[in-house]
């Protein structure tokens, strides 16, 4: 079973920066796409991005185009996030997924807690 391994949220003003990790372990050879989602208190979970782990096709939510940006150090079997400019509604727990396609998804992680303040 693919395990998957998040690290790197936090707390941060509005318009700072933080950077995303996840550590991805295990049978990872039918793992061909990788992405984050994030959950916001009261709210559904919802796509941020994902990333081709067999190609180099990205993918983005509106709400984060143009600040966010996925990236992947295949040997490492890591992914990031690379997020700037971030605003309050950035506010969630964000969760790295991973599956034979972004659609489906089979290997969660544990989730990371990302707050921006005002």
């Known amino acids: 079973q693919v395990q998957l391994v998040e690290s790197g949220g936090g707390l941060v003003q509005a318009g700072g920066s933080l950077r995303l990790s996840c550590a991805a372990s295990g049978p990872t050879f039918s793992m061909c796409a990788m992405g984050w989602f994030r959950q916001a208190p009261g709210k559904e979970r919802e796509f941020v991005a994902a990333?081709?782990?067999?190609?180099?096709?990205?993918s983005y939510v509106d709400s984060v185009k143009g600040r966010f940006t996925i990236s992947r150090e295949i040997t490492k079997k890591t992914m990031y996030l690379h997020m700037n400019s971030l605003k309050p509604e950035d506010t969630a727990v964000y969760y790295c997924?991973?599956?034979?396609?972004?659609?489906?998804?089979?290997?969660w992680g544990q989730g990371t807690q990302v707050t921006v303040s005002s």
């Open positions: 997924a991973g599956g034979s396609t972004i659609a489906t998804i089979t290997s």
């Open positions: 990333i081709s782990w067999c190609g180099e096709s990205t």
